[in-house]
């Protein structure tokens, strides 16, 4: 099993996961998304066709530890 990162205060680590243009195989980052979540992460899903400025942007709000 892997270790799990966690924030400063042992709240699991929060991951936000998007898909930027229209390249989409969105099946992949779902499976990547219940692997995180299987391992503790807590996944913010921000499904596809995003701009990398509305992922940054989500990253921020959601207070996000990881982009992928």
């Not at 996961?17 to 807590?42: C, N, P, W, Y």
């Not at 913010?44 to 995003?50: F, M, N, P, R």
């Amino acid at each position: 099993a892997m270790k799990t990162p966690s924030a400063p205060n042992n709240a699991p680590t929060r991951c936000l996961l998007g898909m930027v243009g229209t390249d989409v195989h969105s099946k992949g980052l779902k499976i990547i998304a219940q692997l995180l979540r299987d391992e503790g992460f807590e996944v913010i899903y921000a499904g596809d066709h995003h701009t990398v400025d509305s992922i940054v942007s989500a990253a921020i709000q959601e207070d996000a530890d990881l982009i992928g």
